[in-house]
């Protein structure tokens, strides 16, 4: 009898946080979860996006732990922001007003390097290129 | 927030003592895409010594490294600098990818640890800027995280910016594409490795530098 090969289907799993999920989480706890759902070698789609000064603290917090943890290469990221070069001047206030209350139209996505080879980016569109 | 308070701190008291400053000035970028080369161009024009080593392998730099008292002159004007070179700034480093460039795996382990350290400290730099030059390659896609990442937070500690494209000798360079990813910056395109259309830069370093 021919014995049928066990093909093991690998799952990818992606993770979508919303916003009000970090909204009231210091930019440390911020970091923490990230990164602690990466490692898990997840895909996360955060709605919103990280402060300028979180995105390098995520790279500072990566770097430190390449090399430390076990098959963990680093990430890879994207962020998405709608363009508001088409919209006229009331829809730009309109949505200035709206980033002033809170609400966060962006999304950003984030890899594990050792999932995800590379995140091409233009302004509308992101292409995820996996590793194989 | 406290580095911001400390950059407004600093900004006030370098404020008062205006004058006969010099002007710290950072190369950022990504790996590999000129930062050193530029760097070298201007120092060796203007002091005669090179800063730092070049190669295709990546994270060549992998310590900030600067030059004091670097002074340029342009149309009759003098300006003093302190050229402060950093390692490409990545988000991933896997020592396997510099095997292909026929590194041991020891010696490829020491580098993407060295790289990893040069990335933090590349990043704690940013705070003792006054101008930065953000140097990117115009060969590659510009709308790559990474560059958003570092303009983002110059923008965010009221750092002057000049954007240059660099490698446009090459035949796939596109400084438009670089031009549209970053239209509310001055974006100067420049050869670091033929010394090409530097004086445009001086031009623009310049501007920038009153800025600081």
Redesign the interface.
Known sequence: MVKKKNKKVKGLTIQFIPFAEIENLESGERIRKILDIILGNKIIILQGKLLPEEETRLIEDTMAMVGHVKNFKGIELAVLNPSLDDKGFFEKMKHNLARVLGAQEAITIIGPASIVREMKRNPKKVEILMNK | MI??IRNFVKRIFSGIFKGKKEISLGFYGPPNAGKTSLANRICKDWTGEEIGQVSKIPHETRSVQFKEKVEIEYKGKKLTFKIVDTPG??????YEDFMKFKLKKKDA?KR??EA??G??DA?KW?DDMDAVIVVLDSTK?P???VN??II??L??RKIPVLIVGNKIDLRKSDLKRVEAAFPEYEVVGISAKYGKNMEEFYESLFRLAKKA
């Open positions: 580095r911001i700034i990545a988000t991933k480093i896997d382990q993407a640890k990893t350290q990335v933090v990043i940013l896609n709308y790559s995280q958003i990442t983002g937070n923008v965010a």
